[in-house]
């Protein structure tokens, strides 16, 4: 089966990645809460590449992030020449221990 962008996130919220979470001033922020978090203080699980191979927009990345304080939950951003340079930024300040999420 051909994994969905929409079959990720629910399996990973399924697997307790409950939380969303957005890139602002350089630090993740879980959307709803307001929690903020250095991207030292996280981890990245897992990610999941999306490539549109008939349309460039179908392009996304899903991360599976887990903070030190055991926050989980996922940041999604477009992936290629629509990704959002503050999260590649954010991103790159945080290691990654796997692909696939465990």
């Known amino acids: 089966m051909e994994e969905t962008l929409t079959h990720v996130v629910d399996e990973l919220t399924r697997r307790g990645y ?14 709803g809460t307001g929690q903020r978090f250095e991207p030292e ?21 899903v991360y599976a992030i887990e903070t030190k304080s055991g926050v989980r939950g ?3 951003d477009a992936f290629g020449v629509y ?3 503050l999260i590649g930024a954010a ?3 945080m290691p990654i221990l796997s692909k696939a999420a465990a």
């Open 41 to 61: 203080d996280v981890v990245i699980r897992g990610y999941y590449r999306f490539e549109g191979v008939s349309d460039p927009d179908d392009m996304a990345i």
């Open 18 to 31: 409950n939380e969303h979470f957005r890139v602002a001033d350089g630090r993740l922020h879980v959307i």
């Open 74 to 76: 996922i940041l999604v």
């Open 91 to 93: 991103i790159q300040r």
């Open 83 to 85: 990704s959002d340079p």
